[in-house]
Nanobody
Framework: QVQLVESGGGLVQAGGSLRLSCVASRSIFSINAMGWYRQVPGKQRELVAA???????NYADSVKGRFTIYRDSAKNTVYLRMNSLKPEDTALYYC?????????????WGQGTQVTVSS
Protein backbone atom coordinates (compact mmCIF):
# COMPACT_ATOMS: atom_id res chain seq x y z
CA GLN A 1 0.00 0.00 0.00
CA VAL A 2 1.08 3.61 -0.52
CA GLN A 3 -0.30 7.04 0.29
CA LEU A 4 0.29 9.85 -2.17
CA VAL A 5 0.15 13.55 -1.31
CA GLU A 6 0.19 16.12 -4.10
CA SER A 7 0.95 19.81 -3.85
CA GLY A 8 1.98 22.71 -6.02
CA GLY A 9 -1.17 23.51 -7.92
CA GLY A 10 -2.52 27.01 -8.24
CA LEU A 11 -3.60 29.82 -10.52
CA VAL A 12 -1.16 30.94 -13.18
CA GLN A 13 -1.33 33.03 -16.33
CA ALA A 14 -0.91 31.48 -19.74
CA GLY A 15 2.76 31.06 -20.53
CA GLY A 16 3.66 30.61 -16.89
CA SER A 17 5.10 27.66 -15.02
CA LEU A 18 4.24 25.46 -12.08
CA ARG A 19 5.84 22.50 -10.39
CA LEU A 20 3.69 19.78 -8.91
CA SER A 21 5.01 17.44 -6.23
CA CYS A 22 3.83 13.98 -5.22
CA VAL A 23 5.24 12.57 -2.01
CA ALA A 24 4.89 8.81 -1.53
CA SER A 25 4.72 7.10 1.85
CA ARG A 26 7.23 4.46 0.77
CA SER A 27 10.34 4.28 -1.35
CA ILE A 28 9.52 5.10 -4.94
CA PHE A 29 11.90 2.33 -5.96
CA SER A 30 9.38 -0.11 -4.49
CA ILE A 31 6.66 1.28 -6.78
CA ASN A 32 6.44 -0.24 -10.25
CA ALA A 33 5.15 2.85 -12.04
CA MET A 34 4.26 6.41 -11.07
CA GLY A 35 2.82 9.27 -12.97
CA TRP A 36 0.51 12.23 -13.29
CA TYR A 37 -3.00 12.28 -14.68
CA ARG A 38 -5.49 15.10 -15.06
CA GLN A 39 -9.22 15.43 -15.27
CA VAL A 40 -11.68 18.16 -16.13
CA PRO A 41 -15.37 17.93 -15.27
CA GLY A 42 -17.30 15.80 -17.71
CA LYS A 43 -14.22 14.19 -19.23
CA GLN A 44 -12.21 11.07 -18.56
CA ARG A 45 -9.05 11.19 -16.55
CA GLU A 46 -6.08 11.26 -18.92
CA LEU A 47 -2.42 10.48 -18.66
CA VAL A 48 -0.13 13.50 -18.57
CA ALA A 49 3.28 11.98 -17.87
CA ALA A 50 4.58 8.85 -16.20
CA UNK A 51 7.56 6.74 -15.35
CA UNK A 52 6.82 3.34 -16.81
CA UNK A 53 7.53 -0.02 -15.22
CA UNK A 54 10.29 -0.46 -17.79
CA UNK A 55 12.12 2.58 -16.49
CA UNK A 56 11.25 4.99 -19.28
CA UNK A 57 8.94 7.97 -19.45
CA ASN A 58 5.70 8.51 -21.30
CA TYR A 59 4.07 11.85 -22.12
CA ALA A 60 0.76 12.89 -23.60
CA ASP A 61 1.27 14.46 -27.02
CA SER A 62 -0.33 17.67 -25.81
CA VAL A 63 2.38 18.26 -23.19
CA LYS A 64 5.51 17.01 -24.95
CA GLY A 65 8.22 19.64 -24.91
CA ARG A 66 6.46 21.65 -22.21
CA PHE A 67 6.16 19.28 -19.23
CA THR A 68 8.87 17.21 -17.57
CA ILE A 69 8.44 14.41 -15.06
CA TYR A 70 11.34 13.72 -12.75
CA ARG A 71 11.95 12.23 -9.33
CA ASP A 72 14.01 12.52 -6.19
CA SER A 73 14.33 9.09 -4.63
CA ALA A 74 15.84 10.47 -1.42
CA LYS A 75 12.60 12.38 -0.86
CA ASN A 76 10.27 9.69 -2.21
CA THR A 77 8.92 12.40 -4.50
CA VAL A 78 7.89 12.60 -8.12
CA TYR A 79 7.61 16.03 -9.71
CA LEU A 80 5.91 17.45 -12.74
CA ARG A 81 7.48 20.59 -14.10
CA MET A 82 4.98 22.42 -16.30
CA ASN A 83 6.21 25.22 -18.56
CA SER A 84 4.44 27.31 -21.19
CA LEU A 85 1.11 26.57 -19.59
CA LYS A 86 -2.04 26.97 -21.66
CA PRO A 87 -5.66 27.48 -20.59
CA GLU A 88 -6.40 23.96 -21.84
CA ASP A 89 -4.02 22.61 -19.18
CA THR A 90 -6.55 23.65 -16.56
CA ALA A 91 -7.57 20.52 -14.67
CA LEU A 92 -7.38 18.62 -11.42
CA TYR A 93 -4.04 16.85 -11.46
CA TYR A 94 -3.66 13.48 -9.75
CA CYS A 95 -0.62 11.48 -8.79
CA UNK A 96 -0.85 7.76 -9.54
CA UNK A 97 1.14 4.78 -8.35
CA UNK A 98 0.98 1.18 -9.49
CA UNK A 99 2.34 -1.66 -7.39
CA UNK A 100 2.55 -5.22 -8.63
CA UNK A 101 2.72 -8.01 -6.07
CA UNK A 102 2.26 -11.75 -6.20
CA UNK A 103 -1.40 -11.19 -5.36
CA UNK A 104 -2.14 -8.72 -8.10
CA UNK A 105 -1.75 -5.24 -9.50
CA UNK A 106 -2.84 -2.33 -7.36
CA UNK A 107 -3.35 1.32 -8.24
CA UNK A 108 -3.34 4.23 -5.84
CA TRP A 109 -4.32 7.88 -6.27
CA GLY A 110 -3.65 11.07 -4.44
CA GLN A 111 -6.34 13.58 -3.59
CA GLY A 112 -5.53 15.84 -6.53
CA THR A 113 -4.23 19.37 -6.88
CA GLN A 114 -6.01 22.00 -8.96
CA VAL A 115 -4.19 23.79 -11.76
CA THR A 116 -5.93 26.78 -13.32
CA VAL A 117 -4.39 28.64 -16.25
CA SER A 118 -5.92 31.98 -17.13
CA SER A 119 -5.76 33.45 -20.62
Amino acid sequence: QVQLVESGGGLVQAGGSLRLSCVASRSIFSINAMGWYRQVPGKQRELVAAFTSGGGTNYADSVKGRFTIYRDSAKNTVYLRMNSLKPEDTALYYCNAMIVTNTGRYEYWGQGTQVTVSS
